[in-house]
């Protein structure tokens, strides 16, 4: 067991261009999360997944932010159009459906905007 | 509505030092889980403990001990005989046996630990 990976885990764009992060979860995991941490804050829920299903959406999840999990394996997020705003750490996390309330928190992806 | 409180924004002490960081909730609920995580500068989340709301027992391991009071709904950290390396940012944490089945985590916003030596 590897752990939740996450890739890349710094990213640094311009203003307006589009970034992808991938999220690996633990392999027997059914549940991903994805959560937003910008700084002096604690990590807040963007999302939610059960197998393939996007079960729940933050309202934090704006129009320019996507999130897929095509075989309910692995994960992406992709925010279209960058603002500076959107500079954070986009942490992912797994839970097993047995345990619901143990999730596994991934190293997370750092997101610079210039 | 669930609410997490972590009213100390940076607390300081000397090495040696015992330190407590507190924590309240808010919840309606009556099946949660609450969470303590270590942050370092390196950014990853740290896993500390995981207390379920039927559990009232304190804990201790180690130098950690953790206080949990249903009725006052806080959930406090004490570090005993503090080291340089606690220094962190600590986060609680509640997640609610939700009618959505999602078990989010809602995160306090941190004490920020400096243990001086």
């Known amino acids: 067991d590897t752990g939740v990976s996450q890739d890349p885990r710094h990213k640094i764009t311009k203003r307006g261009q589009n970034v992808t992060f991938r999220c690996d979860p633990i392999?027997?995991?059914?549940?991903l999360y994805w959560y937003r941490q910008t700084l002096g804050q604690g990590p807040e829920f963007l999302t939610y997944f059960q197998n393939e299903a996007q079960l729940e959406k933050s309202r934090l999840l704006s129009n320019r932010f996507s999130a897929e999990r095509p075989k309910g394996s692995f994960s992406t997020l992709e925010i279209q159009r960058t603002e500076q705003g959107d500079s954070a750490m986009y942490l992912c996390?797994?839970?097993?459906?047995?345990?619901?309330?143990?999730?596994?928190f991934g190293p997370g992806t750092r997101l610079t905007v210039t | 509505a669930q609410k997490v409180t972590q009213a100390q924004t940076e607390i300081s002490v000397v090495e040696k030092e015992d330190v407590t960081l507190d924590c309240v909730y808010e919840?309606?609920?009556?099946?949660?889980?609450l969470f303590w995580y270590k942050q370092p500068p390196s950014g990853e989340l740290v896993f500390l403990i995981r207390?379920?709301?039927?559990?009232?027992q304190n804990e201790i391991s180690g130098r950690y001990s953790w206080n949990f009071q249903k009725s006052t709904s806080s959930f406090n950290f004490t570090i005993t005989a503090s080291q340089v390396v606690d220094s962190a940012v600590y986060f609680c944490?509640?997640?609610?046996?939700?009618?959505?089945?999602?078990?989010?985590?809602?995160f306090g916003t941190g004490t920020r630990l400096k243990v001086l030596a």
């Open positions: 392999s027997e995991h059914n549940r």
């Open positions: 996390a797994s839970s097993f459906s047995g345990s619901p309330y143990e999730q596994y």
């Open positions: 944490a509640l997640s609610e046996d939700e009618t959505s089945g999602t078990y989010k985590y809602i």
């Open positions: 919840t309606r609920d009556t099946t949660y889980y």
């Open positions: 207390r379920n709301s039927f559990d009232e």
